[in-house]
């Protein structure tokens, strides 16, 4: 005998979808870079943030990566750009103040007046909460905000002069590739704009990732010393002799070796020279002296432990060839602006986020 069938009330009744039971989740907004382009520019910088932010990076699987938004003060028209050729940005001003990184590459012209529009757009940008990003001379748009005023920044060393001179409030340091103020960052020559990009990459993202950029852009993550190795020494001044040979094989072995003790002795040994001849030849190929690298690179080393979330900070300090953590810990402040206490807090957090 067929069952009869179940009464009405028995048989539930399907599942009503409210806004409760289901919740959509809607991707995170990418972070957008904007990015200055003016009449007259030269463009190797804006070609730098663009390889940085526009490129679209496979190798990084699903990771969300920047939006990026090229500039101007007249968009659409026809920018002239050093070199003989012309370019035309989509986005004007007011892309820029809206963007969460904004970069100014060189001005053409350092020390000339910089137009109030993009004055005013820049600090817009920055009352949101915008990070402001300098390349070379475009410091100059940075000061002509007053943001700048009282706090530490850098230029191309040619223009340094001009910026102290124009904006004394400003605390010019000619011998660095970049300076971090949170919020507002500068950097050096035209290069520099690499490893500050890639910097702002490590603060966002990580070392891996960072790496990672820094491995397609075939550079270093990070790179020692600072402007002087250009000041001080004369293109012709150094070159492929035997001393510099020497030097060069010498700084791999120590790279090798970081977490033993790296005195100038050792390691003019290792490059098989007399230590007063090592300190002349190393300072003049480095800009730096031997020991001041050593510990530089140490610290760079430091850097992925700290961020793996692994071991004491007096573990890492030991790992990397420190003899004690308070030289460890001086030595990091000095180098990075923070502590490696507070470095590691930040990392955690950015590990989070993603």
Same mark, same amino acid.
């Given at each position: 005998m067929?069952?009869?069938?179940a009464p009405?009330?028995?048989?539930p009744a399907p599942?009503?979808?409210?806004?409760?039971?289901?919740?959509i989740?809607?991707?995170?907004?990418?972070?957008?870079v904007?990015?200055?382009?003016?009449?007259?520019?030269?463009?190797?910088?804006?070609?730098?943030?663009?390889?940085?932010?526009?490129l679209?990076r496979p190798?990084?699987?699903?990771m969300?990566w920047?939006?990026l938004?090229?500039?101007?003060a007249?968009?659409?028209r026809d920018?002239?750009?050093v070199?003989?050729?012309t370019?035309?940005?989509?986005?004007?001003?007011?892309?820029?103040?809206?963007?969460?990184? +904004?970069?100014?590459p060189g001005? @053409?012209?350092? =020390?000339?007046?910089?137009a109030?529009? #993009?004055?005013? !757009?820049?600090r817009? *940008?920055h009352a949101?909460g915008?990070?402001?990003?300098?390349i070379?001379s475009?410091a100059?748009?940075?000061?002509?905000?007053?943001?700048?005023?009282?706090?530490r920044a850098?230029?191309?060393w040619?223009?340094a002069r001009?910026l102290?001179e124009?904006h004394p409030a400003?605390e010019?340091?000619?011998d660095v590739?970049?300076?971090?103020?949170?919020? +507002?960052l500068?950097s050096a020559? @035209?290069?520099? =704009?690499?490893?500050?990009?890639l910097? #702002?990459?490590r !603060?966002?993202?990580? *070392?891996?990732v960072?790496?990672?950029v820094?491995?397609?852009?075939v550079v270093?993550?990070h790179r020692e010393?600072?402007?002087?190795?250009?000041i001080?020494?004369?293109?012709?001044?150094?070159g492929?002799?035997?001393?510099?040979?020497?030097?060069?094989?010498?700084?791999t072995w120590?790279?090798?070796?970081?977490?033993?003790?790296?005195s100038?002795?050792v390691?003019?040994?290792?490059?098989?020279m007399?230590?007063?001849?090592?300190?002349?030849?190393?300072?003049r190929?480095?800009?730096?002296?031997?020991?001041?690298?050593?510990?530089?690179?140490r610290?760079?080393?430091?850097?992925?432990?700290?961020?793996?979330?692994?071991?004491?900070?007096?573990?890492v300090a030991a790992?990397?060839?420190f003899?004690?953590?308070?030289?460890?810990?001086?030595?990091?402040?000095?180098?990075?602006?923070?502590?490696?206490?507070?470095y590691r807090?930040a990392?955690v957090?950015?590990?989070a986020?993603?």
């Open positions: 067929t069952p009869a069938p009405l009330a028995a048989i599942h009503a979808a409210t806004a409760v039971d289901v919740e989740k809607k991707p995170a907004p990418a972070h957008v904007a990015v200055l382009a003016f009449d007259g520019m030269a463009p190797f910088e804006l070609g730098v943030v663009v390889e940085v932010f526009g679209s190798e990084l699987g699903d969300p920047y939006e938004r090229v500039c101007s007249e968009p659409g920018l002239r750009v070199g003989g050729f370019l035309r940005a989509e986005h004007g001003l007011e892309a820029l103040a809206a963007a969460d990184t +904004v970069i100014i001005v @053409s012209t350092p =020390g000339s007046p910089i109030e529009p #993009l004055v005013d !757009a820049l817009t *940008a949101r915008a990070r402001l990003v300098s070379c475009g100059f748009a940075l000061a002509a905000t007053g943001l700048l005023d009282g706090r850098t230029t191309h040619r223009y001009t102290s124009r400003i010019v340091d000619p590739l970049y300076v971090d103020n949170g919020d +507002v500068t020559g @035209s290069a520099a =704009g690499i490893d500050l990009c910097y #702002l990459i !603060a966002d993202h990580g *070392a891996a960072a790496n990672t820094a491995r397609r852009f270093p993550p010393g600072g402007q002087a190795q250009f001080e020494a004369a293109v012709g001044e150094i492929p002799d035997a001393a510099d040979d020497g030097i060069a094989r010498s700084m120590a790279m090798q070796r970081l977490y033993t003790s790296l100038v002795a390691l003019a040994r290792a490059a098989n007399s230590e007063r001849s090592y300190l002349r030849h190393f300072a190929r480095n800009g730096v002296s031997p020991i001041r690298w050593v510990i530089s690179q610290i760079s080393a430091s850097l992925p432990l700290l961020e793996s979330g692994e071991g004491t900070v007096d573990e790992a990397v060839g003899d004690a953590t308070a030289t460890y810990r001086h030595h990091f402040t000095r180098q990075m602006r923070t502590t490696p206490t507070a807090k990392f957090r950015v590990a986020r993603s």
